[in-house]
């Protein structure tokens, strides 16, 4: 997994946050346009504003990207899904890898995040892995989980840091299904496994929406590629209602898959059948850079790219 996108409605303040605050200080490419790649999900090839930002101090276990993204035309970025907890089908969240939970958590609610959950330390089966896990929302609405794989991984020395994004969760409605289509495109090692409700979240599925007495079971799994960051995705028991939303709604809202030759990419997926939305799409980003991406259908019509990074 490449990158993650998220709406917002100011992305000069947007930068600065994630670049001051979150370690995301390197700017890959700052683009404004009209983007017909997202045609597919948008129903129009919006007009706006998008900036690929990269942390520095990105490692293995926290290699991926925030894509920045201010939709400028009509009547500007759509809202937040109304009603969204975690886990409706939709994307939910961003999971960077931390050094210091505790302490990137303190830091970022200093910087004008909202605390949602406080560090704990926590094990997840099936292989009983170690880690510390807190949330915080930044300003515009995404949830952040922060995490150290303490049993998996150790991080460099030096000061409290996020190292990048280590895995983007999101809502699904078959786990079975999803885990088979994600195979396919790489994501075979499953790092762990959960069907219990994970209770700190508990105050996050608000009436009308969920009965607070009566929460959904939470079926999580975390396939991992050879290479790149992780996905999540969760399946509620009850269902919960479809909080994909408009293109470009604020928080996280589509993430992408980086592959190396698009047009191969392309050619293997219509292979297994899967359908593909179109040709890749290609914008010059100037001085022979070039992003391309094309859309293709997820089985929860999640909002998915193919992603060839020339920059």
């Not at 991926?64 to 937040?80: H, I, N």
Request: proline residues 8%; contains cysteine.
């Amino acid at each position: 997994m490449d990158h993650v996108g998220v709406g917002v409605s100011d992305i000069d303040a947007a930068i600065e946050f994630y670049g001051r605050h979150v370690g995301f200080d390197r700017v890959l490419f700052d683009w404004t346009g009209e983007l017909p790649a997202v045609e597919p999900f948008a129903g129009r090839a919006p007009q706006v504003r998008v900036a690929m930002l990269e942390n520095r101090g990105a490692t293995p276990i926290g290699p991926g990207r925030v894509k920045l993204v201010q939709v400028l035309d009509g009547d500007g970025p759509p809202p937040v899904p109304d009603g969204q907890a975690w886990g409706e089908v939709g994307v939910c969240e961003i999971c960077l890898h931390v050094r210091n939970v505790r302490e990137v958590h303190a830091a970022l609610v200093a910087a004008g995040c909202e605390e949602l959950m406080p560090a704990i330390a926590a094990e997840v089966a099936p292989h009983d892995v170690s880690l510390d896990i807190s949330y915080v929302a930044d300003p515009w609405g995404t949830k952040l989980e922060l995490i150290e794989w303490t049993g998996l991984w150790r991080s460099l020395p030096g000061p409290a840091r996020a190292e990048g994004v280590n895995h983007v969760a999101f809502g699904v409605t078959e786990m079975s299904r999803t885990r088979a289509f994600y195979e396919r495109l790489g994501f075979t090692e499953l790092l762990f496994e959960s069907v219990d409700f994970f209770d700190p979240m508990a105050p996050w599925y608000r009436a009308p929406w969920y009965d607070p007495a009566n929460l959904p079971a939470q079926h999580m799994t975390m396939p991992m590629p050879a290479q790149g960051a992780a996905i999540e995705p969760v399946v509620l028991d009850p269902a919960g209602h479809d909080c994909r939303g408009e293109w470009g709604h604020l928080g996280p809202m589509d993430f992408g898959i980086r592959v190396a030759n698009i047009d191969a990419a392309v050619a293997e997926l219509r292979g297994d059948g899967i359908e593909v939305h179109g040709e890749p799409q290609t914008i010059d980003l100037g001085e022979g850079r070039e992003w391309r991406s094309v859309a293709f259908a997820e089985p929860d019509g999640n909002y998915v790219s193919l992603v060839e990074a020339r920059y």
